[in-house]
């Protein structure tokens, strides 16, 4: 049923503007009848964080930023659901146009800005949805004209943390004016140790929810390793690699729209964002898990991505040009492998190549 609905639906979709069409997208999520999704094997389930994925396969923050539709998207088969980013007050964002796609290339550019409904609101629908399971992280921001922006994560903690799985510290968009400094050695530290003693003040009230960090594909391999240091230093339980680029290679196909400001993802994206994975990997040694998300349009590049250290990834961009059973199509693939290798698990090949990657020469 969902290929036929790809196949329908995604050549309509693409006649619209790019925001235009995310839009009826979400709204499209609403209407799918509530049913039960195929259990998935066994094998392809993870622990990480402290929490019980029964696939790997998660769908990134940026695409439900409001919580509109995680249990819709649960049910056609993510593993995970991680909504935001939200911040604590309503914020329209940056003016349109902001979403471009580069067919050519399957990539997307955006400079969205944060645009979400605000703590308020999003707070309201993940408490309707509490009873109804699944794993559905919270990924967190500052507001543009905040004057304290710290604070605005440490308030957005204490929000979110009855009706949260897990947290993403979103300190790595390009499009919030001076956000990605948060990145800085100094800034990092503050800021992590504030918001983990915020989950630590709210723990007795709203249980042990897992803070990650998701960081930037554009840091130098010596910004990384304070980052890694400083993450591991304050005990964060999971990081993210890697958010969007604001690096443009001259291998991209679309010319006039590789001009557009704001962050590149999708296919381009997957040679940096895996390298930066095993380059995380490597320097975490172990400390705590990754998730893996950047390019990710296939079970292959998935596989990829787990070889490189991840224990778990999201996709986005992909899902423009393949659709919702691009999925499926990732999990059986997974599946797949492991019976082929007479593996039990993920667990056994996470990180197997990292060594091998981060000693490749740096990706174009």
Do not use: C
Request: charged content about 25%; aromatic content about 6%; glycine content about 8%.
């Amino acid at each position: 049923m969902i290929r036929a609905f790809d196949a329908f639906s995604l050549p309509l979709l693409r006649l619209l503007d790019a925001e235009d069409a995310h839009r009826v997208a979400i709204q499209g999520l609403k209407l799918l009848p509530p049913a039960r999704p195929r259990p998935d094997d066994p094998k392809l389930a993870v622990r990480a964080f402290g929490l019980n994925f029964p696939n790997p396969v998660g769908i990134a923050a940026g695409f439900d930023k409001n919580a509109e539709t995680p249990d819709a998207l649960l049910r056609l088969g993510f593993g995970f659901v991680e909504i935001g980013t939200v911040t604590p007050k309503p914020q329209a964002g940056n003016p349109r146009p902001r979403l471009f796609r580069l067919e050519r290339d399957e990539a997307v550019i955006n400079r969205m800005g944060f645009n979400n409904d605000g703590a308020e609101v999003v707070l309201r629908r993940l408490a309707a949805r509490a009873q109804h399971g699944g794993i559905v992280g919270v990924n967190v921001g500052a507001n543009k004209d905040s004057s304290d922006r710290v604070a605005d994560y440490v308030s957005l903690i204490e929000t979110f943390a009855p009706v949260a799985s897990y947290f993403t510290v979103n300190v790595s968009s390009p499009n919030t004016p001076g956000l990605r400094n948060l990145q800085q050695a100094a800034a990092l530290d503050d800021l992590l140790a504030r918001v983990i003693e915020a989950r630590e003040r709210v723990r007795a009230s709203a249980g042990d929810t897992p803070v990650l960090l998701k960081i930037a594909p554009d840091l130098t391999l010596s910004e990384l390793d304070d980052v890694v240091h400083i993450a591991r230093s304050r005990r964060v339980d999971g990081m993210i690699v890697a958010n969007t680029t604001l690096s443009r290679s001259p291998l991209l196909r679309e010319r006039t729209r590789m001009a557009e400001q704001g962050g590149l993802s999708g296919r381009p994206l997957f040679r940096l964002s895996t390298r930066m994975v095993a380059e995380t990997y490597v320097r975490a040694e172990g400390a705590f898990p990754l998730i893996g998300v950047g390019g990710i349009d296939s079970g292959g590049a998935a596989l990829t991505k787990i070889r490189a250290g991840a224990s778990l990834v999201q996709l986005y961009s992909a899902l423009i040009y393949k659709g919702l059973g691009l999925v499926d199509s990732i999990k059986a693939d997974l599946a797949s492998t492991l019976l082929r290798t007479g593996r039990d698990s993920l667990a056994e090949i996470v990180g197997a190549d990292a060594p091998t990657i981060t000693a490749e020469e740096w990706p174009v």
